[in-house]
């Protein structure tokens, strides 16, 4: 949940580092550091509680010069976000320093050791544990700096990304991975080369990138091959290139006051770079490689099991109104978290599909590997090209929303939410549950969603009126029915996050069972009523609400006329099937947390506590 970056070369190391690290900052930023080291070996270091700009200020003060550094940007784990804790660390003798993403779970029991040993130490982390550990190791064995780490990590236990320099050899950086992600930008003729958590500090510079596997180390020397090894037995591992598809418009905020906003005006493109050569609406087919390649599993399928965390967890939930509503196949939905320790029963024909935005999110990555374990097959549905998680399950789809960088999923639910509605179509006309009139008729009304999310936009400034009325409730309910309850959930999700007020979403006809005893004239309580879904339940929910004066803001389809005459504000979006709803409802609900989040003044962006791919469980 950190970000590294660093770059060894003939530039100027600071402007580089520390603008990656702002590029990265989505990951995690309670605190940040960089060091740099200039021709005459100097080794200037500097780190501080706060954000990027905060260690700008310290930096732009001092010596910054140098054509080799290290940058790190913090979501503490081991140790509180103070000046200390934060990275990057170096060794006792000052010649190793390095910066870490990740958790060292034995980092005590090696601590103990290196304390008999007359090591001393300044901060509360694993890391600082790491680098002295990998000094020793270096010591006893009078080892070059790569094979003491490979060494060391083999001591290890725990997830890791790092990268690590010796300050007396400024030609040479070591990077390792177990589970936390790392790419390598290649300059040309090798003669610069950058490290980072994901390609975008570096995509100006190169387009050439190597993605570290798990258990691998690579050593990067001016002017050579990056040379990779195994880390628990040396064994060579050949170099795999790929050529980076980012550029840097897409990760810039595009004159929009926030990433959040940017991304949730990208949907209508988002959705329809997800389409774009799989739904063939015209020509009635629905074309996805992965799914068509290993059709026969899809078909035979006993149950799917949806395994994601957070927002892509509710993605799921909408999986699983689609594929049995459409498919007709048993699907369970699962936090990653609770799966991967629960020792579930993952039968023989039991498809595992895994939701994840980032690609690299521990839990869902560790439930992967048990159901990959247990003779499951794997399929991902992922926005991260090259992420863990594309690269650990036997098959995938890749959302096309293009970098996410807002903490706050947007598009790459409503494209995660796409992908799922894709398959679900077109297992249910394969296996017959879909007359090919109506597959023909959801694939046109499919079709033109693009469209309707572009013409819901427009009401921005409507949900920004509602959302100045509200701003300062200190709690909020949300409400849905079928198809819209996971998006009532996510609503809810969406205002916790982004503007730390209390919101819980519901299946509506929970609230008799316990939670209408909130309900009173200061509690807002969203509900999403759209004719084709369970309309009238629905009505009859918001009239038990207002009863109980509770503020009711309705989402409806466009022309409705009787939610109109209970509701304190309604919010129309255009009509369509209900099982493409949530690509609609969940919009003005994106909206209005922006809104609030926004008047409340909270950094909406980098919300507190947050961040961006949960690398650690
Ligand atoms: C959603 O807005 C949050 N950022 C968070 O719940 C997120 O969905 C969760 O951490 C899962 O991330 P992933 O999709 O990258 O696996």
């Given at each position: 949940m950190c970000g590294i970056t660093s770059y060894l070369g003939y530039r100027d190391a600071y402007p580089i580092v520390i603008n990656g690290l702002q590029r990265l900052e989505y990951r995690g930023y309670d605190s940040a550091g960089i060091v740099l080291v200039d021709d005459e070996h100097n080794v200037n270091l500097y780190k501080t509680k706060g954000k990027v700009s905060d260690l700008k200020e310290i930096a732009e003060k001092n010596n910054t010069s140098g054509c080799m550094g290290l940058g790190h940007t913090r979501w503490a784990t081991h140790g509180i976000p103070n000046n200390e804790n934060s990275h990057p660390h170096t060794s006792n003798s000052g010649n190793l320093v390095i910066v870490h993403n990740g958790i060292i779970e034995n980092y005590d029991t090696i601590k103990k050791e290196l304390l008999t040993r007359g090591y001393t130490f300044k901060s509360d982390t694993d890391t600082e544990v790491l680098v002295n550990l990998i000094e020793e190791v270096k010591k006893q064995n009078n080892c070059k700096l790569g094979k003491a780490v490979q060494m060391a990590l083999t001591n290890v236990v725990g997830a890791y990304a790092i990268a690590i320099f010796d300050v007396t050899k400024k030609d040479e950086i070591i990077v390792a991975r177990l589970g936390s992600p790392i790419a390598i930008g290649i300059g040309e003729d090798n003669k610069e080369f950058f490290v980072a958590s994901d390609a975008s500090p570096f995509i100006e510079y190169t387009k050439d990138a190597v993605y570290l596997d798990d258990e691998e180390l690579a050593i990067i020397k001016l002017g050579r091959d990056i040379r990779i090894r195994k880390i628990n037995d040396d064994s060579v591992v050949e170099t795999n290139v790929q050529e980076l598809k980012l550029n840097l418009e897409q990760i810039e905020k595009g004159g929009y006051e926030h990433f959040m906003l940017k991304e949730i005006h990208e949907q209508p493109k988002a959705i329809l770079d997800t389409y774009r050569g799989r739904l063939l609406a015209d020509k009635g087919i629905i074309k996805m490689g992965s799914v068509d390649n290993n059709i026969a599993k899809f078909l035979n399928a006993n149950r799917i099991i949806i395994v994601a965390c957070g927002t892509s967890w509710h993605a799921g939930?909408?999986?699983?109104?689609?594929?049995?509503?459409?498919?007709?196949?048993?699907?369970?939905?699962?936090?990653?978290?609770?799966?991967?320790?629960?020792?579930?029963?993952?039968?023989?024909?039991?498809?595992?599909?895994?939701?994840?935005?980032?690609?690299?999110?521990?839990?869902?990555?560790?439930?992967?590997?048990?159901?990959?374990?247990?003779?499951?097959?794997?399929?991902?549905?992922?926005?991260?090209?090259?992420?863990?998680?594309?690269r650990e399950t036997h098959s995938g789809a890749y959302t096309h929303a293009g970098p996410e960088i807002g903490v706050a999923s947007t598009k790459a639910f409503t494209t995660q939410i796409t992908i799922l509605t894709l398959i679900a179509l077109k297992l249910g006309n394969l296996k017959g549950e879909l007359s090919n009139s109506v597959f023909h008729h959801y694939l046109q009304e499919l079709n033109l969603i693009p469209a309707k999310v572009e013409n819901l936009l427009k009401i921005n400034s409507e949900i920004e009126n509602i959302a100045a009325i509200y701003k300062d409730a200190p709690n909020c309910l949300y409400l849905g029915r079928g198809y819209n309850f996971p998006v009532a959930l996510e609503g809810a999700l969406k205002l916790k996050e982004i503007s730390y007020i209390h919101a819980e979403g519901y299946p509506a006809a929970e609230m008799k069972h316990g939670p209408i005893a909130l309900i009173d004239e200061f509690m807002p309580v969203v509900v999403i009523a759209t004719k084709k879904g369970h309309y009238d339940k629905v009505v009859s929910n918001i009239q038990e609400i207002k009863s109980r004066n509770g503020k009711i803001i309705a989402i409806v389809t466009k022309g409705d006329t009787t939610v109109k005459e209970i509701a304190d504000h309604i919010i129309e979006i255009p009509e369509t099937e209900e099982a493409f709803s949530p690509l609609l409802t969940t919009i003005p609900l994106q909206l209005l947390s922006y809104h609030i989040a926004v008047m409340r003044g909270c950094n909406v962006d980098q919300p507190r506590n947050l961040a961006k791919s949960v690398t650690v469980e």
């Open positions: 939930l909408v999986a699983e109104y689609l594929f049995e509503d459409l498919a007709r196949i048993p699907v369970e939905v699962e936090y990653a978290s609770e799966f991967r320790y629960r020792n579930p029963v993952i039968n023989k024909n039991d498809i595992v599909i895994a939701i994840s935005q980032s690609g690299e999110t521990a839990d869902t990555l560790a439930a992967i590997k048990l159901a990959k374990s247990k003779g499951a097959f794997v399929f991902g549905v992922c926005n991260v090209v090259g992420s863990s998680i594309a």
